[in-house]
């Protein structure tokens, strides 16, 4: 394959949706360009502003944190597995609203205050980033409203 041949490729890749530099080097890898060329591939896509890092940073939380319901916790794990400089997470991070996680919380409990036990709701948001004392708060208000 050439040079030209996986750039038009990783285009594609990219556009479709947002990529991190580390999602690229892998899908150069499946594609077999030899190594010497991944770095002038990768500085192009930048160049072309098909790869920005940060910009997939924002991304990938906002989706996590609006869709999934994920905790700053789980988004630094998530980013961290993105091979993200903890420069870059750390000011991602810094920029999540705490309401909207407290919230996200409360929805999270009330969704599934019915059909969980606590142990394992308390779980379920632990794995999802949340921590135990915010949890252990949001569901005992949830306890007192539901009477």
Known sequence: MTTSEALQKLQRFCAYQERSPFEVER????????????????????????????????????????????????????LQEHRIPRVTIDRILGQIDQDLVASNARYLVERWFESKSKEKLTAALQRRGYAFELIASTYDAVRNQRG
Do not use: C
Not at 35 to 48: F, G
């Open 27 to 78: 899908k150069l890898q499946q594609l077999g360009l030899p190594r010497d060329r991944h770095e002038e591939v990768v500085a192009q896509l930048m160049a072309d502003n098909f790869l920005d890092e940060y910009r997939f940073s924002e991304a990938f939380t906002r989706g996590k944190l609006n869709q999934k319901q994920w905790a700053p916790r789980r988004i630094r794990m998530g």
